[in-house]
């Protein structure tokens, strides 16, 4: 099974901040198949970018992917406090058995 | 505009049974593979249970094997996932999702199943 160490665990910015979220695999994910999602309190999990750095359908240009390997960012610029909730990562590589990261929690104040 | 709502959730005792639901809308259903994630209360994101558009493949976690069972009515755009045998570890919020090409695209509000006595 694939790990995914995601860091920092928490963090608070203020508006107008700009904040790298990371996503580290126990392996290497073949074909970048790394996804990230925003998950806001009482509604449901939004994707944000797929393999690795494709952004998700309607999904604004602040929010980027990078990386390959093992290590992978999401990048999100000029924060507004729509932006809080807690990021995961997630693997598809070894679809359907996926597995996702513990999550951050980016409380935006 | 694509839209999943589950629904079934409650409270039951521990050895019980549950039947979630989950109606789609939005999309041609039958196209779609389609999961099941769930998130325990303080915990991550786990993958229990994925069924094929046709629903002839199906996967489970090793945590659900044997006690859950996941089944599709294309005809009535619904997802179901059936669980006997419930323990007190199985409470969570239990999310439906679409995969679309290996990816996972759209999640329901997720329907909370809690097992206590």
Known sequence: EIVLTQSPGTLSLSPGERVTLSCRASQSIVSNYLAWYQHRPGQAPRLLIYAASARATGIPDRFSGSGSGT???????RLEPGDSAIYYCQQYATSPQYTFGLGT???IK | EVHLVESGGGLV?????????????????SSYEMTWVRQAPGKGLEWISYISSSGSVIYYADSVKGRFTISRDNAKNSLYLQMNGL???DTAVYYCTREDRLVV????QGTLVTVSS
């Open chain 2, 105 to 108: 695209d759209y999640w329901g």
């Open chain 1, 105 to 107: 929690k980016l409380e």
């Open chain 2, 13 to 29: 005792q521990p050895g019980g049974s549950l039947r979630l639901s989950c109606v789609a809308s939005g999309l041609t259903f």
């Open chain 1, 71 to 77: 290590d992978f960012t999401l990048t999100i610029s």
């Open chain 2, 87 to 89: 323990r007190a570890e």
